[in-house]
């Protein structure tokens, strides 16, 4: 991969989770950028392109992580995606594999997501590299 550090887009309305994924995400290199709602993610989105989105399911009232991560492929559509949840339903689950996107399990036990965050990019890298 390239030697530019990768960018991330963390959105979680819990800010103490917020807070541990972000330093969790910088401690292994990347650059992150963490907001709590639907709505900001959906700016940053406009703003800059990022490698990949960590995204809760469960986001502010009326609003979800399928709706951010469809904003987010509008935007970039190669962007990798990852939805976290606490309790997610089998038609959740069944949503996120047909849309191709990787699910962590709250309380997200920290050695899982270090090692699904670089397999994640990797994925994206390499479907990158072949069609290009």
């Not at 103490?16 to 401690?27: D, I, R």
């Not at 940053?44 to 991560?69: A, M, P, T, W």
């Not at 709250?106 to 050695?111: G, Q, R, S, Y």
Request: proline share 3%.
């Amino acid at each position: 991969m390239s030697k530019r550090k990768q960018s991330v887009l963390v959105v979680d309305d819990e800010s103490a989770v917020l807070f541990t994924y972000k330093l969790l995400l910088e401690q292994q290199g990347y650059v992150v950028t963490a907001v709590p709602s639907s709505a900001l993610a959906e700016s940053e989105l406009r703003k800059q392109q990022y490698d990949l989105l960590l995204c809760d399911l469960s986001l502010e009232e009326n609003h979800n992580g399928f709706e951010v991560i469809d904003a987010a492929r509008t935007q970039s559509p190669g962007i990798a995606c990852v939805l976290l949840t606490g309790y997610a339903s089998m038609e959740a689950a069944q949503k996120a594999a047909e849309m191709g996107i990787a699910i962590l399990y709250k309380p997200i036990d920290i050695e899982e997501f270090l090692t699904t965050i670089p397999a994640v990019l990797k994925e994206k890298y390499d479907q990158t590299k072949a069609a290009g």
